[in-house]
């Protein structure tokens, strides 16, 4: 699925909102939204609620709570045969995440490639069908929405990619790809007035009014990813997952367009999750972060602390292993060298799903009992058994390297 | 003696209807035995197509290619092509960014160690695949038994980067370039090629020449850094000067732009403006002077020359008005005192 189908969900006629400028309406639509949506009853989200304000009550105060992931799965099937397709296994890409966003945060994903950063970001915003688990939106459980009012959520959610514009027809103007949404979301008015909307977001995002005419050839990477996010924001948006989104820019760029996404969040209230790679970036950017390992989360708090005191063995090994520009750091630094590679998620190790590279691991429990995430100081959570008597120094690496089965 | 010699290699694309366009343009620098040399830039600097014309490995048609490049006393630039494919993978070798496209697909990992070492080292096949087994050993391949028979796709993106490290070291060359080696990988697994590329130029005695765009890595690495920008050098420093005194506005700008994992929470960053599609030729100008913030007057009328930093030793410059300490501030909205060149701002 791409973001075109997300789009084309809407029914073709909507109703059209009252005729306001753009950054008003945007800045309106918490307002809007909470008015639109039908308020859930205790029952609806009871069963969720319990568990994620459980996991999350330090971490996010309960009633800022814009986005709730209760236990979401998302697994897919590995078909074989010819003629028929005959399932033979799953690959676990998430498998049982919970975390809570606060209106107006920014919530960092990291992890290696392959971990299910993208699948969780994907399976949040239903571009992916979850397997199991809950998502609540502003309160409303998003897998029983269907229709109009499924279109009218999934307007308030929207993605930015690492290179948005890289899959369209560039034989589309930027004019046309930021219509688009506003189309199939119904918020176009006159001519005029839509024409000075889009003038105003390009401005906002740094572009000039001329660039309406252009195509996306036409654009460096960084006014790309400038574009890509003024798409996502013709709809205004409250929760925008963005995955990737500086990857493939240089860093001079990739600067600007970080201060951006900060301007835009200041000046518009958005909630972010920002999906990367780049733990420095992701720790500039986030509020708190999450670090998943396959499939699941492993760690979160708040950003600050997961450099300055990891409490996961795969964290502290994460950390230990991005290069800092400082030359007298670097020399001195301590690095936590894992072995091997992620194991598949077709077929993770049984256990602690890090046991196979942890080198802390220990006989007994790790390779037997899955760790849950549990939380060891205020908002800082952590799925390792023995995370304290390794952080208190207690426990010692172990002096042979695993080497991956 | 330096191993390698770079002198004012320059590279010119032409194509039909398009003006030449200079990607490297009078480029020069050592590598010495056992010595790691960082190249770092963004993308289009020239870095990739400088090592490419050390190889010899630039499409013989649409460029040209002119200075010296000498290897141990020769000129390889002038080498007949036959005598330069010798030389390479025996003395010279390089790997890529992407390890999938520098292997063939349709052969086992072992075959294609094997060759190697048949080809460049005369080894019989018997003596060859012991020797490879040993190799994927040495560069952290668990199981190389097993592994020597697995095909390229076979093997995760760590995995194959070690494969062509092995390969590339497999005949103990006396120069290694690697061009972005780590960037299409995992920090864990970055970590782990890093270590073992340390361990080759600490153990063999290889000249390594570290291509990449993060700093990150060039400050773990590299014992001198060149920073380029349009395709030629503005700041060459050892790597403790570079990131304790960068006085190119440009290399100054860089370090503002990166968010670093041990820097305070909220910090701001502070970038360089504008994109190098900015830049103007270098011909009569600072090709950096459209995104400066440290523009003078002379940035648009002269080109600045590559001459020694106001601070520092061994510390090289090209700019008019370099960033220096006592400054007003850093990057892009850095220090603007008026100083005519480098020489007068002490
Ligand atoms: N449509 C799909 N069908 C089958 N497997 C899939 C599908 N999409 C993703 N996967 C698998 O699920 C796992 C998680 O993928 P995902 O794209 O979420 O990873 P990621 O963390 O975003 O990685 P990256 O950093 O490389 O983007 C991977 O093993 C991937 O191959
Ligand atoms: N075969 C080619 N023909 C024309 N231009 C090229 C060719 N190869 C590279 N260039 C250009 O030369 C410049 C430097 O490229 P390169 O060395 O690959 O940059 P990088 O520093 O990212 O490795 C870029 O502007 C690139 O577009
Ligand atoms: S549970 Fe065991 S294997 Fe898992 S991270 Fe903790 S110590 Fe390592
Ligand atoms: S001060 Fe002048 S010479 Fe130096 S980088 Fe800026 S524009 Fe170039
Ligand atoms: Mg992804
Ligand atoms: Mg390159």
């Known amino acids: 699925m791409t973001q075109d189908d997300l789009f084309a969900a809407g029914e073709p006629e909507q109703p059209r909102p009252e005729p306001a400028e753009l950054t008003e309406r945007i800045e309106q639509l918490h307002v809007e939204g909470l008015a639109e949506t039908d308020a859930p009853t205790e029952d609806e989200v009871a069963g969720g609620r319990a568990s994620a304000a459980a996991l999350s009550a330090a971490t996010a105060d309960a009633a800022d709570v814009l986005l709730e992931v209760n236990d979401l799965k998302v697994h897919f099937p590995i078909k074989r045969g010819v003629v028929f397709d005959k399932t033979v296994g799953y690959v676990y890409a998430v498998d049982g995440v919970s975390l809570a966003v606060r209106r107006g945060e920014t919530y960092g994903l990291v992890g290696e490639s392959g971990c299910g950063k993208s699948t969780l970001g994907r399976g949040i915003l239903r571009l992916e069908e979850p397997t199991a688990g809950q998502v609540i939106f502003d309160g409303v459980d998003v897998a029983g929405l269907a229709g109009e009012e499924l279109r009218r959520t999934r307007r308030r959610m929207q993605m930015v990619f690492q290179d948005p514009l890289g899959s369209l027809d560039p034989r589309q103007s930027v004019e046309s790809l930021l219509l688009e949404g506003m189309k199939a979301h119904g918020l176009t008015k006159g001519k005029i007035e839509t024409n000075r909307e889009l003038r105003e977001l390009l401005s906002s995002v740094g572009l000039p009014a001329t660039a309406l005419r252009k195509y996306p050839h036409e654009f460096s990477g960084g006014q790309r990813q400038r574009i890509g996010i003024a798409r996502a924001l013709t709809v205004g948006p409250e929760l925008i997952v963005a995955d990737e989104p500086v990857s493939a820019l240089d860093v001079s760029v990739q600067a600007q367009v970080i201060n951006l996404m900060e301007d835009l969040q200041q000046e518009r209230g958005l909630t972010y999750i920002v999906i990367a790679h780049d733990l420095a970036v992701v720790r500039h950017i986030s509020d708190r972060v999450g670090v998943m390992y396959l499939g699941a989360l492993v760690e979160e708090a708040p950003s600050a602390d997961v450099y300055a005191e990891p409490l996961h063995p795969y964290t502290r090994a994460l950390m230990s292993a991005v290069p800092v520009p400082d030359p007298v750091l670097e020399d001195t630094r301590e690095r936590i060298i894992l072995t091997g590679d992620l194991p598949s998620p077709a077929n993770p190790p049984t256990g602690c799903r890090f046991h196979t590279r942890c080198p802390w691991r220990q006989e007994t429990r790790c390779d037997t009992e899955r760790p849950v995430l549990t939380e060891l100081k205020p908002g800082h959570r952590v799925a390792c058994h023995y995370a304290t008597e390794i952080g208190s120094g207690r426990l010692k690496p172990n002096a042979e390297p695993l080497q991956l089965v | ?346």
């Open chain 2, 1 to 346: 003696m330096p191993l390698l010699e770079v002198e004012d290699l320059g590279v010119e694309f032409r194509r039909r209807g398009l003006e030449p366009f200079r990607a490297v343009d009078g480029v020069s620098f050592d590598v010495d035995p056992g010595q790691t040399v960082g190249l770092v830039g963004e993308s289009g600097c020239g870095k990739s197509v400088t090592s490419l014309a050390i190889m010899r490995l630039l499409m013989p048609r649409g460029n040209r290619v002119t200075g010296r490049v000498s290897f141990d006393g020769t000129d390889l630039l002038r080498l007949p092509i036959r005598d330069m494919r010798d030389r390479r993978g025996r003395d010279l070798a390089m790997i890529f960014q992407d390890p999938l496209s520098s292997l063939n697909p349709v052969i086992s990992i072992g075959l294609q160690v094997t060759e190697v070492l048949q080809r460049h080292r005369g080894m019989k096949q018997s003596a060859a695949r012991a020797e490879a087994r040993d190799l994927l050993d040495q560069v952290g391949i668990p199981d190389p038994d097993r592994r020597l028979k697995e095909y390229p796709h076979q093997l995760s993106g760590g995995m194959r980067q070690r494969a062509l490290i092995a390969m590339a070291v497999a005949c103990r060359p006396r120069l290694l370039i690697a061009d972005e080696p780590t960037t299409a990988l995992d920090v864990t697994i970055q970590a782990q090629i890093l270590q073992l590329l340390g361990t080759l130029v600490r153990e063999n005695g290889t000249a390594l020449i570290m291509i990449t765009h993060d700093l990150g890595v060039v400050a773990g690495l590299c014992d001198e850094v060149n920073v380029l920008y349009g395709g030629r050098i503005v700041e060459r420093a050892n790597r403790h000067e570079l990131f304790a005194t960068p006085q190119h506005p440009y290399t100054h700008g860089l370090l503002a732009s990166i968010p670093r994992l041990d820097a305070p929470a909220g910090e701001r960053l502070h970038p360089v403006q504008g994109s190098v599609s900015d830049n103007i030729p270098w011909t009569s100008a600072c090709a950096f002077a459209p995104r400066c913030g440290n523009e003078v007057d002379r940035c648009r009328s002269a080109s600045p020359e590559l001459t020694a930093a106001p601070l520092g030793h061994g510390h090289q410059l090209r700019c008019f008005n370099p960033v220096l300490p006592d400054g007003a501030g850093v990057g892009a909205t850095g220090g603007s005192a008026p100083v005519d060149s480098a020489g007068e701002a002490l």
